[in-house]
């Protein structure tokens, strides 16, 4: 199809031809969704991007306390149900929380930041059921998201056992990395001091419990080689730098990056535990540690830190 634009003689010029030029197609506007375009809904929803969703208005009442109270105020004269009601939602967004309630079809749960959009439409609208499936969501092991955030949308819910579970999963995260900084900004700061008071009691308590004397003997300065050992005679005072070095090296690699339920294989590969595995009595020749004992008890000692923010 093509349009014949109107010719403008001027005078003193010659005469002009007519010029055709291909019509631009018109978009249908307000086109109704596939998956919800039934004849028999009697609710027509219209998104911000201008598409209509054709909706029972049995299922918005049922699922939805806000537009229970909206549907069930009494029309007034010359009022239409079939005009459409105008939402701030964009057409992907609606169309994912009208197949959660309506149970058609479960949308792709496994980005965050889709989640948290639903979340807020849900508490909009007052639609518990796409709540309650979005802190399903959030509770996955599998959805790949920071867990600070994870902790912060939990805590905004109140959401108690989610906040405490997400704050577990921090426990590798250096909570002084630029990235981690400007998401301990987002949150309140009541739930921004519980978390940094998990990180800072797991550090202090490792490390009272590294300077242990009776569970590490290293500790001791100057203690004779024989020290646990009832088979060894030799009394040559060590100064177990090796073990200082060790646990100062702990203490770096732990806030730049924490140590989460056990010992990693990159504790295996730090220069300071070989030298430590390979130091020996200057006299008797002896091998001083004991490295599997040492590190068993290094592990039994962060299995018995904090694990989850207190909530009151």
């Known amino acids: 199809m093509s349009v014949t634009l109107p010719v403008v003689e001027l005078e003193g010029q010659p005469p002009a031809t007519a010029v055709e030029v291909p019509a631009v197609p018109q978009l249908p506007l307000n086109e109704y969704h596939p998956s919800f375009s039934s004849p028999n809904a009697d609710v027509v929803l219209l998104s911000a991007d201008s598409v209509r969703f054709r909706v029972a208005s049995e299922l918005l009442s049922r699922s939805s306390a806000w537009f229970r109270i909206m549907l069930s105020l009494p029309q007034g004269p010359g009022m239409d149900r079939a005009e459409p009601i105008p939402v701030n939602e964009p057409s992907d967004v609606l169309a994912d929380v ?17 989640l948290e959009t639903l979340l807020a439409v849900a508490d909009k609208y007052e639609i518990s059921m796409v709540t309650a499936v979005v802190r399903m969501a959030l509770s996955s092991r599998l959805l790949d998201a920071s867990p600070i955030r994870l902790y912060n949308i939990a805590c905004k819910m109140s959401w108690k056992r989610e906040a405490m579970e997400a704050s577990s999963r ?3 995260t250096s ?10 900004a987002a ?8 978390l ?8 202090e308590e490792l490390f009272a419990a590294l300077d242990n004397e009776t569970t590490f003997y290293a500790n001791i300065r100057a203690g004779p080689c024989n020290t646990g050992d009832a088979n060894s005679t030799c009394t040559t005072p060590l100064d177990h730098s090796n073990w ?15 140590i989460g339920e056990e010992l990693d294989e990159s504790f295996y590969r730090m220069a300071e535990v070989w030298d430590m595995s390979a130091a020996k009595c200057l006299k008797c020749k002896r091998k001083i540690y004991g490295m599997a004992s040492t590190i068993e008890n290094v592990n039994a000692a962060i299995r018995k830190l904090p694990r989850m923010v207190q909530w009151d």
């Open 170 to 172: 921090t426990l590798t």
């Open 244 to 258: 200082w070095a060790l646990k100062y090296a702990l203490l770096k690699r732990w806030d730049e990056r924490p």
């Open 98 to 114: 009208l197949n959660i309630v309506n149970g058609s079809d479960l949308p792709a749960l496994d980005k965050v930041d889709r």
């Open 187 to 194: 949150l309140e700061p009541p739930y921004r001091d519980k």
């Open 175 to 184: 909570l002084s990395s630029p990235a981690a900084q400007m998401e301990l």
């Open 196 to 203: 940094l008071d998990l990180h800072r009691r797991r550090r």
